[in-house]
């Protein structure tokens, strides 16, 4: 499978009987990483018939270096489902934390998929505060009763992806793909720069994002 999922229950649950998922995360992040481990078998909800798509990011979801070309858009096409493109370009962890509450609101989505990292990684910032920001926004998430799928991104440059992505998503209960966007930013041909994808890299995404929300159930009648 291109993705994991741990039970979403938690979503239903009052926040105050569940600890602060931030305070968690920086308290995991001062621990030594280690291996990625696999995250803990379960489903995603089917997505209503008419179930709007938030995929919420930086440049990765807007669509820079792809000609026209975005996930987002190719999405859509593959699942049937309208897909709000929110990416911001440039943008980081901290300010999709103060960002994600509004568009939550006003799309109303029933599903969120939500990529941020990479600009944080360019500007050196400690991976704790990476987790806090990303762990803060699964808790807006949750509070809205929106079902995630995170997806996870490698450091400009890297080989493998940070075991942070893996952490936060058994914290926060939540499905995660690590090889959607990582694959195809590890792959020089499928890249229009040191960052971003090329129109095929975004098409490649697109597909590995279907085939996530399929295997975790979102797209069970399709």
Same mark, same amino acid.
């Given at each position: 499978m291109a $993705? &994991? #999922?741990i039970p979403n229950a938690f979503l239903a649950s009052p926040r105050s009987v569940r600890s602060s998922l931030v305070s968690r995360l920086l308290a995991a992040a001062l #621990?030594?990483? %280690? !291996?990625?481990a696999p995250a803990l078998a379960g489903e995603l909800l089917p997505l209503a018939d008419k179930a709007v798509v938030l995929a919420f990011g930086d440049s990765l979801t807007s669509g820079i270096g792809g $000609? %026209? &070309?975005?996930y987002p858009q190719r999405l859509a096409t593959l699942i049937g489902h309208e +897909?709000?493109?929110a990416g911001v370009p440039g943008e980081t962890t901290a300010q999709g934390r103060e960002r994600l509450s509004t568009?939550?609101?006003d799309s109303r989505p029933g599903l969120l998929i939500l990529c941020l990292g +990479?600009?944080? =990684?360019?500007r050196g910032v400690p991976e704790a505060q990476i987790a806090a920001n990303l762990g803060a926004m699964l808790d807006l998430a949750a509070d !809205? $009763? +929106?079902p995630v799928l995170l997806l996870a991104v490698p450091a400009p440059g890297a080989s493998q992806i940070d075991p942070l =992505? !893996?952490?936060l998503a058994r914290l926060g209960q939540v499905r995660i793909d690590l090889h959607a966007m990582a694959d195809t930013l590890m792959q020089p041909a499928l890249k229009a720069g040191l960052v971003h994808p090329n129109a095929e890299g975004y098409r490649q995404i697109a597909k590995a994002v279907a085939q996530s929300l399929r295997d975790g159930g979102a797209l069970i009648s399709r």
């Open positions: $993705s &994991e #999922l #621990l030594t990483i %280690g !291996a990625i $000609s %026209g &070309e975005n +897909v709000i493109n568009v939550l609101r +990479v600009n944080d =990684f360019l !809205a $009763s +929106v =992505f !893996a952490r």
